[in-house]
């Protein structure tokens, strides 16, 4: 047990040690790591990952993504972590996927 909570405490230290990431909360980490593990994911199938609001998730997959509008947001940062792209199938889904940014951090946070 003492060996797992070494591990995430350090996960969670290489997360943040980022200015762009030293502001995220335990679920901004939960979310990128659900990410991480199974990307190319839908945003549906990540809020049903997390059990969580539609509105939350939403608010820290924005966080997570690099270059979306601004638009109606709030002045908060994004972090350039992740793409998120219309499935052209269905266009009411969106996919998400990590940037090469986000697959550096993934593979330091996440390196035995």
């Not at 966080?63 to 972090?79: E, M, P, T």
């Not at 219309?86 to 593979?107: F, N, Y």
Request: glycine share 2%; proline share 2%.
């Amino acid at each position: 047990m003492r060996k797992k909570a070494n591990t995430l405490a350090a996960q969670i230290r290489k997360f943040s040690m980022s200015k762009e990431t030293s502001w995220f909360t335990l679920n901004h980490i939960y979310a990128f790591s659900i990410i991480c593990e199974k990307q190319p994911i839908l945003l549906r199938d990540l809020r049903d990952e997390m059990v969580s609001e539609r509105s939350t998730v939403n608010r820290i997959v924005w966080s997570l993504c690099q270059g979306i509008s601004k638009v109606n947001k709030r002045s908060h940062k994004q972090a350039g972590l992740l793409n998120i792209r219309m499935v052209p199938e269905d266009m009411r889904q969106r996919e998400i996927t990590l940037t090469m940014k986000g697959s550096a951090l993934r593979d330091k946070m996440f390196s035995e």
